[in-house]
Nanobody, 121 residues
């Protein structure tokens, strides 16, 4: 069974920075797209950043210009560097990945448990 494990969340003051990381545990064959979503209490989960297997990147409007997604293929790890954080960035950040767990050629979505990011004013 494959699980995605996030780390790097915490409490920061507005204007500060955090870097999140996400890597799979367990067995898998390959990882395709990876990305980050976030969710505030009572709100829908929204896109933060997404990177396709070929390197194409899409950012949500809220983080564009402040957040940077990167990927270390050797470590199967995706990162989200967040700069100039605002209180509105507060929420649970979830790692998402498209993973072919069995080598069947079919990838499915996997989600991490989430890591809390709190930005104080």
């Amino acid at each position: 069974q494959v699980q995605l494990v996030e780390s790097g969340g915490g409490l920061v003051q507005a204007g500060g920075s955090l870097t999140l990381s996400c890597a799979p545990s367990g067995s898998f064959f390959s990882i395709n797209a990876m990305g980050w979503f976030r969710q505030a209490p009572g709100k829908q989960r929204e896109l933060v950043a997404h990177m396709a297997s070929g390197g194409t990147v899409n950012y949500g409007d809220s983080g564009k210009g402040r957040f940077t997604i990167s990927r270390d293929n050797a470590k199967n790890t995706v990162y989200l560097q967040m700069n100039s954080l605002k209180p509105e960035d507060t929420g649970v950040y979830y790692c998402n990945a498209r993973i072919d767990s069995l080598g069947s050629g079919v990838s499915r979505d996997y989600w991490g448990q989430g890591t809390q990011v709190t930005v104080s004013s």
